[in-house]
DNA sequence: CAATGTTCTGTTAGAATGTCACATATAGGG
DNA sequence: CCCTATATGTGACATTCTAACAGAACATTG
């Protein structure tokens, strides 16, 4: 699915297929979705915004665990959180937004096509994008001058469907 | 001129020509090309490689001034080389490449196009592509699904044709 | 189970990148 | 020359990311 969700979708359905989807991965691949991970990746899942890891840590200390109110786990260190978010996109489970310093969760885990980011600089949601042209377009006009592409970043900021319509009325 | 120069080609051009249609530029819009201005742009016109704002500053104090031997300006501090960098930047003089927090002379001043970089993951030399097939494919996958980009950040990392060759022998 | 090696997490410190606020200097226009 | 806008200096600080080492949890083997 590329572009943007409806703006009243069922969200609580992406966050549990991201879950899911996470699990068959790591199950596939014998890695390990600990708590910590599944922690960080659900966070990143509760939102279509990218998040700073200082943020993903903050805001995993200030969800209440256990059943006693008030009871909140610390929030971890910066260093845990990168080295889990590593292991997320490792397995192409969360992505890096380089121009925003901040990360994602990927909306189509399993694929490992190469992507294209819209970021709304007015509602700050992020949407994939998978278009073959894109990546064709761009390897083809690389390979026009000799270069051979292996890394392609490619973030469009711009503004979405939903934010268009609001400006327009 | 897209794609990367040629290994031997007269750099000293490169750098003589992005100073003049700095000077130019600036003419024509009433801005000052101020020595620091020029100092900052010049240090990154020296090679066709990005570099990070410390890392100019280190530079521009590494520079020897005057004719005592030895005597050599005091860095900038950060702040004053981000400010520049700002300008610069406006003036369409200066890129910012957002995958390696790095800055680069603009290679075709003047041109307001939007322009896509190609970067040698192994010299770690930048090319700047502008190709109209990158940008129309692009805006008209991002228009096909309503979104309406005004800042794409398209940055290729790959291998150049010099380290592709080398890499063959 | 016990021993052992591997992977995962905690913790501390620090590097690298970027910004705020305020002081000073400089250029240009009456 | 004075006044104002612009440019630069300066110090502190915020944010992002990493290195190094220690301890915990897990898996494997004897
Ligand atoms: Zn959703
Ligand atoms: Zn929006
Ligand atoms: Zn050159
Ligand atoms: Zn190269």
């Known amino acids: 699915m590329s572009g943007f969700p409806a703006l009243n979708h069922d969200h609580g359905h992406c966050r549990a297929d991201g879950l899911a989807a996470a699990e068959k991965l790591c199950e596939e691949r014998g890695t390990r979705l600990t708590p910590l991970r599944r922690q960080v990746l659900d966070v990143l899942l509760a939102q279509h915004r990218a ?3 200082y943020d993903i840590a903050q805001e ?3 969800q209440e665990t256990g059943v006693a109110e008030g009871s909140s786990k ?14 997320l996109m490792s397995m192409g489970l969360v992505h890096k937004l380089e121009s925003l310093n901040a990360f994602i969760a990927c909306a189509e885990p399993g694929e490992t096509h190469p992507v294209q980011f819209l970021i ?3 509602c700050g949601r992020v949407a994939e994008l998978e278009s073959e042209a894109i990546t064709e377009t761009v390897t083809r006009a690389a390979q026009k001058v000799g270069f ?4 392609p970043v490619i973030e469009l900021t711009g503004r979405c469907p939903d934010c268009r319509q609001a400006a327009r009325a």
Chains 1, 2 share one sequence.
């Open 148 to 151: 051979e592409v292996d890394a």
């Open 120 to 122: 709304c600089r007015q």
């Open 51 to 53: 998040m700073g890891a």
């Open 74 to 87: 610390r929030a971890p260190a910066a260093m845990t959180v990168y080295r889990t978010l590593d292991f």
């Open 60 to 62: 995993m200390g200030a």
